[in-house]
């Protein structure tokens, strides 16, 4: 077993037999967790053991990605304000009374749509590394190794497409049946006009959704653990859906009980991580606003605060975020490992890993003995 995959090992269970009367031995624990099957508990604690230990390399990837992005999609958005630059003033300007040609409006609608697909393109990319950074990185901790940024940098980017590819395959499967429902449900009202059957159909919509969306969670759970296998097994995206599936089959009330609470564990603490920011950035944006005059444009000093605010604000949301999809592709990537020590015998996996990795103890030295004297009474006297 090399160090950038977990192949199958179908073995026994982890630990020995218990002795007659006495507690079950104690699981070995390398890393952040316990090599048996985990409880929720053991997922959390495991999470943030993680986090905690692992800091310094998932912040450098995450602002690393960041850094790349956020350029990318500046440039993206600069591209087409420049080329649409002559149809703004006549569509958001137009002359009293009239309304702006086709000629300049279609251009604008045209650049928004190919924007908003390359932006989403890039999210989605840049998404990609973080979520196949989290398993990377649990993968070190739980084996209890030390972690670098430049392997891991590497490894992220690597696995990014795979990885993008797994999610967007698990997301359209998981929405399809939303997706259904709105194409069979919009094309209906738009055909009934104003009348009482559009009020109908406007009332029927929930009672769709009743039946889409459940079906869309149990889809979501049962391919959740694609990112996981995307990375830790080097498969690719459909190959990570079937493994995702087979995994959770049989465990579906669990994984989607243990995600749920992990979620909304991860929501609470990303709130808490935006409230100081928020608070300080309204603090400072509240002498921008009485500051400013009746008439007339706002001090150099009112602006510095309100661009010293926003930046605040806009900071507060990115941590915010940022803990929140990391943690839960951590939580995930837990699962991933808990399923496979219960069903495939991983715990065995990793100890014969690292007791092929450990180096070999030197041999023993031999005893030291002292040098023989010479016959008794060969001293003179």
Same mark, same amino acid.
């Given at each position: 077993?090399?160090?950038? &995959? #977990?192949?199958?090992?179908?073995?026994?269970?982890?630990?020995?037999?218990?002795?007659?009367?006495?507690?079950?031995?104690?699981?070995?624990?390398?890393?952040?967790?316990?090599?048996?099957?985990?409880?929720?508990?053991?997922?959390?604690?495991?999470?943030?053991?993680?986090?905690? @230990?692992? #800091?310094?390399?998932?912040?450098? =990837?995450?602002?690393?990605?960041?850094?790349?992005?956020?350029? /990318?999609?500046?440039? /993206?958005?600069?591209?087409? /304000?420049?080329?649409?630059? $002559?149809?703004?003033?006549?569509?958001?300007?137009?002359?009293?009374?009239? $309304?702006? @040609?086709?000629?300049?409006?279609? %251009?604008?609608?045209?650049?928004?749509?190919?924007?908003?697909?390359?932006?989403?393109?890039?999210?989605?990319? +840049?998404?990609?590394?973080?979520?196949?950074?989290?398993?990377?990185?649990?993968?070190?901790?739980?084996? +209890?190794?030390?972690?670098?940024?430049?392997?891991? #940098?590497?490894?992220?980017?690597?696995?990014?497409?795979?990885?993008?590819?797994?999610?967007?395959?698990?997301?359209?499967?998981?929405? &399809?049946?939303?997706?259904? /429902?709105?194409?069979?449900?919009?094309?209906?009202?738009?055909?009934?006009?104003?009348?009482?059957?559009?009020?109908?159909?406007?009332?029927?919509?929930?009672?769709?959704?009743?039946?889409?969306?459940?079906?869309?969670?149990?889809?979501?759970?049962?391919?959740?653990?694609? %990112?996981?296998?995307?990375?830790?097994?080097? @498969?690719?995206?459909?190959?990570?859906?079937?493994?995702?599936?087979?995994?959770?089959?049989?465990?579906?009330?669990?994984?989607?009980?243990?995600?749920?609470?992990?979620?909304?564990?991860?929501?609470?603490?990303?709130?808490? *991580?935006?409230? %100081?920011?928020?608070?300080?950035?309204?603090?400072?944006?509240?002498?921008?606003?009485?500051?400013?005059?009746?008439?007339?444009?706002?001090?150099?000093?009112? *602006?510095?605060?309100? =661009?010293?605010?926003?930046?605040?604000?806009?900071?507060?949301?990115?941590?915010?975020? =940022?803990?929140?999809?990391?943690?839960?592709?951590?939580?995930?990537?837990?699962?991933?490992? $808990?399923?496979?020590?219960?069903?495939?015998?991983?715990?065995?996996?990793?100890? @014969? $890993?690292?007791?092929?990795?450990?180096?070999?103890? %030197?041999?023993?030295?031999?005893?030291?003995?002292?040098?023989?004297?010479?016959?008794?009474?060969?001293?003179? &006297?």
């Amino acid at each position: 077993m090399t160090q950038n &995959s #977990w192949p199958g090992a179908h073995g026994g269970g982890w630990g020995g037999a218990p002795q007659w009367g006495g507690p079950p031995p104690a699981a070995p624990q390398p890393g952040v967790i316990p090599l048996r099957p985990l409880a929720l508990g053991d997922v959390i604690t495991g999470s943030f053991a993680t986090v905690r @230990a692992h #800091w310094k390399t998932l912040a450098g =990837v995450v602002l690393a990605v960041q850094a790349v992005v956020l350029p /990318v999609m500046a440039l /993206v958005v600069g591209i087409a /304000v420049a080329a649409v630059h $002559d149809h703004l003033g006549p569509v958001f300007d137009p002359p009293f009374g009239e $309304d702006p @040609a086709a000629e300049h409006v279609v %251009p604008l609608v045209v650049a928004a749509v190919v924007v908003f697909v390359l932006l989403m393109a890039i999210g989605v990319l +840049g998404m990609s590394v973080i979520a196949a950074l989290c398993p990377a990185v649990l993968r070190e901790a739980v084996m +209890g190794r030390p972690t670098g940024f430049r392997a891991l #940098w590497r490894s992220s980017v690597r696995r990014a497409p795979a990885v993008a590819g797994a999610m967007f395959l698990s997301g359209l499967i998981a929405g &399809s049946p939303v997706f259904l /429902v709105l194409a069979v449900w919009l094309p209906l009202v738009f055909s009934a006009g104003s009348g009482e059957g559009a009020l109908a159909l406007l009332g029927f919509l929930p009672l769709l959704m009743l039946a889409a969306v459940p079906l869309a969670v149990w889809l979501g759970i049962r391919f959740g653990l694609a %990112p996981a296998v995307v990375v830790l097994e080097g @498969a690719g995206p459909v190959t990570g859906l079937r493994r995702s599936a087979a995994l959770v089959r049989g465990e579906w009330w669990r994984i989607f009980g243990y995600t749920l609470v992990a979620g909304m564990l991860a929501g609470a603490i990303a709130y808490a *991580i935006q409230i %100081p920011f928020n608070l300080i950035g309204t603090f400072a944006m509240m002498p921008v606003l009485q500051g400013i005059p009746e008439h007339g444009t706002p001090s150099a000093g009112a *602006i510095a605060a309100a =661009v010293f605010a926003v930046i605040l604000l806009l900071l507060g949301g990115a941590a915010g975020q =940022v803990f929140q999809i990391g943690f839960s592709h951590l939580a995930s990537a837990m699962l991933y490992v $808990d399923q496979r020590m219960r069903r495939e015998g991983l715990a065995e996996a990793i100890l @014969a $890993d690292l007791a092929a990795q450990a180096p070999a103890a %030197p041999p023993a030295a031999a005893p030291v003995t002292a040098a023989p004297h010479g016959p008794a009474g060969d001293g003179g &006297s």
